[in-house]
């Protein structure tokens, strides 16, 4: 059954780090989705995740607002690009990256979209393993 999701209903809560709002509209607890999760993530200036990967998960990101850079390789920081507001970043499954925002001052905020259910994450660094993070990695 088709579903409209207001902001008003959507899961907020902490990204991967307290620099991160996750609003999850579309997951499996949300809307009981399958293989589809899509949030909004908004990531403070400067702010960046841990080294990490998706497991089979696809990602697909739109940068609403403001300026990306995500390094990416076999330890996570071997290549580097940025991405600006209107631009699309494909994150192949289990490809290890980093997402950062650019900027010094201003917020990102993307829409971002996998095809899995759920906010999925897998730390590959040598950091906890992200059992507290809100809400917790699958």
């Known amino acids: 059954m088709a579903t409209r999701i207001p902001p008003s209903e959507w ?17 499996a607890p949300t809307v009981g989705s399958a ?41 996570g920081l071997d290549h580097a690009f940025e991405a600006d507001a209107g631009d699309i970043v494909y994150i192949p499954a289990g490809e290890i990256h980093v997402e950062e925002n650019a900027s010094q001052t201003e917020p990102l905020v993307v829409v971002l979209s996998r095809n ?4 999925h994450v897998v730390y590959v660094d040598q950091g906890a393993d992200g059992a507290a993070d809100v809400p917790a990695p699958c």
């Open 35 to 75: 293989n589809l999760y899509t949030s909004v993530v908004t990531t403070a200036p400067a702010a960046r995740t841990r080294i990490h990967h998706h497991g089979d998960c696809e990602t697909s990101i739109y940068i609403v607002s403001g300026r990306a850079r995500y390094t990416w390789g076999p330890t």
């Open 11 to 27: 899961q907020r809560g902490t990204g991967q780090n307290a620099d991160m709002e996750r609003a999850i509209a579309v997951s």
């Open 116 to 119: 899995c259910p759920d906010s």
